[in-house]
């Protein structure tokens, strides 16, 4: 895969998932844009190991307005933006009732509402250039329910939707849109939910392997590493008729 010349953004990209797919697009000789909260320098400076041009954006990814702002300077001083990899998710777990209504509004607004923003964006440029990706990060939540993560799995079916419906509206055009939705992969937002077990009494390990053995057959992990392989299928030449699809990478869990 040679994406030499292209420049991607990854949300979210200062941890997690999102890192994991910036260090593989940059691998492949991709421009990265990085987003996130945290030690975004840091970030860059690993990413730049790669020796392409890494740049980053601090956008709030609930702020329609700061959204905005981080486009137009991936197109003003990178001159395209030709990949973009909607990965920045938050979670709550609380039941209906008790659920907070600002974290609602949150998880909605930067687990869905941000993907129409960047990607109503982003698709002027890559009509003009005929060429795009858009990779969305879903999940198996985006398929399944968990009982609990009412907001998320409400945002993470309608990333599904969304991007069936981007898919149709370029059918027709060098741009394809996809979802990929991994199970568990151990980052700080998995690591939340852990910690949660591990106040509650469990051991580290059995927390870990009870989080596993309730949802994912594989009882492993996914990684970012893994997840950024198949980002990278998606934005190659031979994914070009992969459109609107909700790819899993999940030890199983969806198959039960
Ligand atoms: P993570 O917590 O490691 O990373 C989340 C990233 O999003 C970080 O860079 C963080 O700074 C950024 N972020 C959070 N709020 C933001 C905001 N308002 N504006 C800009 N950036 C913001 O989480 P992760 O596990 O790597 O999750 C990445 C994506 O993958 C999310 O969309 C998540 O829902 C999805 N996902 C994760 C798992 C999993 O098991 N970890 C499974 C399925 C889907």
């Known amino acids: 895969m040679n994406l030499t010349g292209k420049t991607a953004l990854v ?21 990265v844009v ?25 956008a709030d990814m609930s702020r329609p307005d700061q959204i905005a702002e981080m486009i137009a300077y991936v197109e003003r001083e990178f001159g395209a933006l030709d990949i973009l990899v909607n990965n920045a998710g938050i ?5 209906l009732e008790e659920f907070p209504v600002e974290r609602w509004d949150a998880i909605i607004a930067i687990n869905l509402s941000s993907v129409f923003h960047t990607t109503r964006l982003a698709l002027p440029g890559m009509r003009k250039r005929g060429w795009g990706r858009i990779v ?3 999940s198996t939540h985006g398929l399944v329910a968990s009982a609990g993560k ?25 741009i394809t849109c996809n979802a990929i939705c991994p199970g568990w992969v151990l980052t700080p937002l998995v690591q939340q939910q852990i910690d949660a077990r591990i106040k509650a009494g469990a051991s580290p390990e059995q927390a870990r392997h009870d989080l596993l ?6 009882l492993e992990f996914v990684t970012p590493e893994q ?17 609107g699809a909700a790819w899993n990478m999940d030890g199983g869990w969806t198959a039960q």
């Open 11 to 31: 949300t979210g990209s200062t941890s997690g998932i999102g890192l994991g797919i910036a260090h593989r697009l940059a691998a492949a000789g991709a421009n």
């Open 34 to 58: 990085v987003n996130g909260f945290g030690d975004i320098d840091a970030v860059v400076g690993e990413l730049a190991a790669h020796g392409t041009r890494i740049g980053h954006h601090g």
């Open 91 to 95: 979670q709550h777990v609380a039941a």
């Open 136 to 138: 969305n990060i879903a």
């Open 150 to 174: 009412s907001a998320y799995v409400a945002a993470k079916h309608g990333v599904i939707g969304l991007t069936k419906t981007i898919a149709l509206e370029t059918a027709t055009t060098g």
């Open 213 to 218: 053995a309730e949802k994912q057959p594989s």
């Open 227 to 243: 997840l950024g392989e198949l980002a990278i299928f998606l934005c190659g030449d031979a994914a070009a008729q992969v459109r």
